[in-house]
């Protein structure tokens, strides 16, 4: 495996000389902006940071949000990679679900109220990034003079919410306080989850939370509890019946020590059932960084029970069992001949406490190990050149070794009924991404190109042992491709986005790829403070799937919205309407391929009013 990764470092390197190296003093800073790191300061945005405007503010930077359930439950998708391909780190730390199917996705653990920036990475040039890049969420630092703000949002329609945060912050600390509560929404149609999905009834969900910050010198501490209850995900056959996070930090200078624990449970208890079933999952972490390495641990356990109706028989799975691990990095950037140079070592080994299990994995896999090791190594050779006052072309040549995910590798279910099994794949060879990005800009237009070959990428696979079946993990040569084009101006911007994904090692497409989708908005001029905006957003059907994991081609979509920002300061207004023609749809996204999946296609929202009023004094 070393030598595959320094071979294939080389080759870029040497790519990278080949195509990009010519001598040049016109080289043109991006900062902030470019197709390879965005970071949006909030203060800039035309609208306040609430929950439900996360998806408005990733869409900048080429990122989709896929929902699970309420919007508490969003995951992260870009340019094919999902889910574990991409990290969320919040103030340098790194957050870990403790569910298997990700109900309680990293994106949802901050309070939006305190989101100061939020950097969008799109490469291996990044400390803390995973195969695919990372999702950095900065919160302000509290201030020495003091400052209340109040946050309320209450949605109606086909979605009912409530949303409220207060932070009061002086003397350089700072509390805050969040709670909502709200019901599963309807579609266009006017049904809901429990006429669709097989629930009892349609529960509130709530969550609550509070946080405490502060610095001193050149010390920084913080702490926080989240609890969330009731969370419906029609996606899977079990919902989050009970979520609770810690964590707490504390930083000198540079360095900060940190941990995170959540202790997750979900079961079937809110559905019309036959068959009762109920996992419960916990996960530490616990990291020190700066802004030169990190290391961090990760303990994630994970027990599942499964009981025949008649309560005569249970099987009990050890789901996750003890899996640790320890992993380290150390990142290094240079600036040569107009090049900027990053790289970023490192490595990880994964353990498992459950000696029990191997013997299962070994019935699948007969060369099966509990404990493995996996370097990490990550390379990007950026340059951007300004040809002439509105253009700009800069390219990217980038490599990224990681290691798979624990659930890949160590998950355990044995089902009843004649269902497939769910097996990790603890032979798994490690991942290896090289991409070649490029964006153009010229005036208010832009093109951005990537490609990426992945080798060894982790993808689901079905496997017949004997009579058995199993649903598990393998590894498969993966050749994506993509490009956006976009136009931004005062009153009008539109982006056009197009990923091709195939599975090079069976020919057939990849899975879980985004369709084609055209997103246009108009803007009004600013009046008084308020601007008017309506947004149409197309998405056509996916004819390329993947029949044998049972991906199958939905139908093409529109979606009408519209809304208006006020600035009244200290006030700030915003109101808007979501799918205001009322269509009943889905998203090809919207399917989970794993064995707790619920085989539904679940439809979105119907017209759904929001208003978010926000004050600061």
Sequence with gaps: MFYRIIFSGLLLVLFANSILAQDSTRVYDLKQITVFGKKYTL????????????????ELGGFNIITKGSFLAQD??????????????????????????????????????????VELVKSSANLQSGLGGAIVIHRSRPREAFLFSGSASHTTGHTSETDLSVLGEGFNNRSSFRFATGLPYSAGNGKSFKDLYGYKENTSFRLGEGTFMGHAGSWDYSGNLMISENISFPYLQMDEIKSVVYNG?????????????????????????TMPMETDAKNLTVGLKSDLFEVYYRKWNADN????????????????????????????????????????????????????????YKAVYQDAEDNRIFPVAG?????????????????????????????????????????????????????????????????????????????????????????????????????????????????????????????????????EILPLQLISTL????????????????????????????????KAWNRLDAGLFADLSPVYLELDVENLLNHTYTRHLSYVRDPFSSGFKVLEPGTTIRLNLRMMY
């Design 43 to 58: 203060s800039q945005q035309e609208f306040p940071m609430e929950k439900s405007k996360m998806n408005s503010l990733l």
């Design 305 to 360: 029970k499964i009981v025949m109706a008649n309560g005569m028989m249970t099987l009990k799975n050890h789901l996750l069992p003890d899996v640790g691990l320890f992993a380290g990095n150390i990142i290094y950037t240079m600036d040569a001949a107009g090049f900027q140079i990053t790289g970023k070592g490192g490595l990880a080994t994964y353990q498992t406490g459950d000696d029990k299990n191997k013997a299962y």
């Design 379 to 511: 390379l990007s050779v950026t340059r951007t050149e300004l040809f002439a006052d509105q253009l700009t072309l800069s390219g990217m040549l980038d490599f990224s070794a990681d290691f798979p995910e624990a659930e890949a590798l160590f998950v355990k279910v044995q089902r009843m009924a004649g269902k497939p099994w769910w097996s990790g794949n603890p032979t798994l060879t490690q991942p290896i991404r090289s991409s070649l990005k490029t964006n153009l800009q010229w005036s208010v237009f832009s093109a951005d190109m990537f490609g990426s070959y992945i080798l060894d990428y982790v993808s689901p696979s079905a496997k017949t042992v004997g009579t058995q079946k199993y649903q598990t993990y393998t590894n498969i040569n993966a050749l994506l491709a993509g490009v956006t084009l976009g136009a931004n101006s005062e009153f009008a911007d539109s982006r056009l986005v197009y990923t091709y994904g195939e599975n090079r090692t069976t020919g057939k497409p990849l899975t």
């Design 76 to 117: 992260v998708y870009a340019d094919g990679m999902k889910r574990g391909d991409f990290t969320v780190i919040i103030d340098g730390e790194r957050y870990h679900n403790a569910c298997p199917m990700r109900m309680d996705a990293p994106l949802s653990r901050i309070n939006p109220i305190e989101i100061e920036s």
């Design 523 to 554: 803007k009004s001029p600013v009046y008084f403070g308020t601007r008017f905006w309506l947004r149409h957003t197309w998405e056509n059907v996916q004819k390329r799937v993947d029949s044998g994991l049972l991906e199958t081609s939905g």
């Design 249 to 273: 930090s504390v930083g000198f200078d540079s360095y900060k020590l940190y941990f995170n624990y959540t202790d997750h449970l979900m079961n079937n208890e809110l559905r019309v059932n």
